[in-house]
Structure formats: C-alpha cells, structure tokens
C-alpha cells in the first residue's frame, strides 16, 4: 500500500462502511458523497428526513484528496460486496427478506451506481494533470476499484430485483392453495 494512503484517515474505510451498512437499513443520520447539492453531499452529514435540491453540482478536488477519494472507493467496494454476498446467501430463500430492506439495496445502489461518472471523471482528471509515479499508480488501482464498484452494484441491484418477488410480504399476499400449487410444482422450497 502506498505510504500517502496508510497516512491518510485509517478509520476512514470503517467510517464509510459502517455508515453504508447503516444507510442500508436507514439508521444513517446522513449521507456522504462527493457531490454537492444532491442527496449525497461532500463532507457533510445531512439531518435525515431534510431534502437536498434535486439540482447535481460536482465539486471537483486536487490530486492532494486522492487518499480520501482512495478510502472513500475502498469502502464503497467493500460494503457492495458485503450486501451482494448477503443477497446471494438470501437467494434461495428470499422470503427472508422484506420490501423495505430490497427497496433500501435498490435505492442506495441505485444512488452509487448513478453517481459513479462523479469518480471516473475525477480520476480522469487526475490523469490529465501529470500525477506522480506512486500517485499514477494508486490511480490506476483505483479505476480497477470503480471497475469492481460497478460490478458489485450492478449485480446486487439485478439480484433484488429478482428477489423482490420471493419477499415474505409477496409470499404472505398469496393465497394458501397458492403457495401449495408453487410448492408441489417445485417452484418454492420449504
């Protein structure tokens, strides 16, 4: 690891990733992001339940916040894939799940995926301005990192939208005879 990086906030990582895991069942008291004037908003913790104007401003950094960007994208990764493990381990069985906690994965992911031009553009223009060597190549460790981002959300968005028709509340809205017609046809386990 490079040193900028291991000199940077080491908490960070765990910041980000337990304020994910928090935003995904909605305890979070804010949001964290990287653009300003969104729902996510750079540097700010945002009262919940106070909307943020629908307008999109990037505020774009020096290269000198590449390890924040860095911790940032590191958790991010790592709090996707723990929610797309999580998802995958509920597949079989997706009644355990509910509505509100598929409809938290789809928005919450939904909010990263869409605002992931917001990190690729920025690496971009870190590229563009004559980085040093141990900054260019944390760079391009971090567009692997944006890589597997994307990889991640999109496969646990697609993963609840499959699960979000198995939920408990889909399964207690169906009528007995129903759900003994999908068992016996094989299309439900016990």
Request: with cysteine; hydrophobic share 40%.
């Amino acid at each position: 690891m490079p040193r900028f990086r291991r000199e940077a906030c080491l908490e960070y990582t765990q910041i980000i990733g337990i304020l994910g895991g928090l935003a995904l069942t909605g305890k979070a008291p804010g949001k964290f992001g990287m653009l300003v004037g969104t729902k996510t908003a750079v540097g700010i913790t945002v009262p919940k339940g106070i909307p943020m104007p629908d307008h999109r401003v990037p505020q774009w950094h020096p290269i000198s916040a590449l390890p924040m960007i860095a911790q940032a994208l590191d958790g991010m990764v790592e709090s996707a894939e723990e929610v797309l493990q999580s998802l995958e381990q509920a597949r079989p069985r997706p009644h355990v799940l509910d509505d509100y906690t598929i409809g938290r994965v789809r928005e919450a992911h939904g909010t990263q995926l869409n605002d992931l031009w917001w990190y690729t553009e920025q690496l971009a223009r870190w590229h563009r301005a004559s980085p040093t060597p141990t900054q260019a190549q944390e760079l391009e460790r971090l567009t692997q990192q944006l890589t597997a981002l994307r990889r991640a959300l999109t496969a646990s968005l697609a993963l609840a939208e499959q699960l979000q028709t198995g939920t408990i509340e889909k399964v207690l809205a169906k009528d007995d005879v129903e759900l003994a017609l999908e068992f016996l046809r094989g299309k439900r386990k016990p």
